[in-house]
């Protein structure tokens, strides 16, 4: 395997995609794989990982990687260094919207994580996966970030978390904003600009990318874009080699903060 993994990784950029063995983390490893890149493909189920790396193909690799456990991540972090010794692109991808029951509606989760009745038992659960599990990933994979000479991060967020959109009463999906899950991607959103200020003077560029609102596990479906449609602004993001550092993207340009 690390004889393969080197021999391929002749010329190649090497990515590794959090939560990609599913929705829209798999769609952004099948587009890396497609534009060249050797993908590692981060999944907290290695089997799932597996057979995610197989439906991408021959450049994806499965690694195990729950970015809530600190065993799992400095494993993923060793092979990394271990097998490729850099890394050119880490896609903080991994998130989840609430800890109740996998087929809740989007309105009964926005209630339960209204901030006047939150559990705080579940916002501190997924801000350790949105939030927490992003910088610990993030902080893990610097030194071989740092090896790449122009290291990429792309934290996929949500427009959700726009403070800016939120107070606008115009917003359509203001209803939604509650203190588990969008301001998960508002903290998320602060961690963004603050590596992108800290890691500027070393080539390490660092954006938040939104994508659609897409059909996936996590919102039960309810999403209106395919994974196909939802997924390009991350992918451009991800793809873009000589863009700026310290944005915030969705499907239709620049969002605010
Ligand atoms: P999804 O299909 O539910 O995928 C989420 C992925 O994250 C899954 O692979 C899941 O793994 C993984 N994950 C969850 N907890 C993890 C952990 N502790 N460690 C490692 N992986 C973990 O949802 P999605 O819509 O594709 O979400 C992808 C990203 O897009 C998220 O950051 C989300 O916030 C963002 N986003 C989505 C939308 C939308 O409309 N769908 C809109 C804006 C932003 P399992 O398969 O094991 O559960």
Redesign the pocket.
């Known amino acids: 395997m690390a004889d393969q993994s080197e021999q391929a990784n002749e010329g190649r950029l090497i990515a590794l995609v959090?939560?990609?063995?599913?929705?829209?983390?798999?769609?952004i490893a099948k587009a890396l794989s497609a534009n060249g890149y050797l993908v590692l493909v981060?999944?907290?189920?290695f089997g799932?990982g597996e057979a995610a790396a197989q439906r991408i193909g021959e450049n994806a690799y499965p690694v195990q990687?729950?970015?809530?456990?600190p065993t799992?991540i400095s494993e993923a972090a060793e092979r990394v260094g271990d097998e490729f010794g850099r890394l050119d692109l880490l896609v903080?991808?991994?998130?989840?919207?609430h800890t109740g029951k996998p087929d809740q509606t989007l309105e009964e989760v926005t209630r339960s994580g209204l901030a006047s009745v939150a559990s705080l038992d579940e916002m501190r659960a997924v801000w350790?996966?949105?939030v927490f599990?992003v910088l610990a990933v993030t902080q893990a994979m610097l030194p071989y970030l740092r090896k790449s000479g122009a290291g990429r991060i792309v934290?996929?967020?949500?427009?959700?978390g726009s403070l800016t959109l939120n107070a606008d009463p115009s917003f359509p999906y203001r209803r939604f904003f509650s203190a588990v899950?969008p301001a998960?991607?508002t903290a998320?959103n602060a961690i963004t600009l603050a590596l992108a200020l800290e890691l500027e003077g070393e080539n390490i560029k660092v954006n938040a990318a939104?994508?659609?609102?897409?059909?996936?596990?996590?919102?039960n479906f309810q999403?209106t874009?395919s994974?196909e449609v939802?997924?390009r602004n991350?992918i451009r993001v991800a793809l873009e080699l000589d863009g700026p550092t310290g944005t915030f993207t969705g499907p239709d340009g620049p969002l605010p903060w």
């Open positions: 959090t939560g990609a063995n599913q929705g829209i983390g798999l769609e981060g999944s907290r189920n799932n990687l729950d970015v809530t456990d799992s903080n991808n991994a998130a989840i919207a350790e996966t949105n599990g934290n996929v967020s949500s427009g959700v899950y998960s991607k998320l939104s994508p659609g609102f897409t059909a996936t596990a996590l919102n999403g874009d994974i939802g997924s991350p």
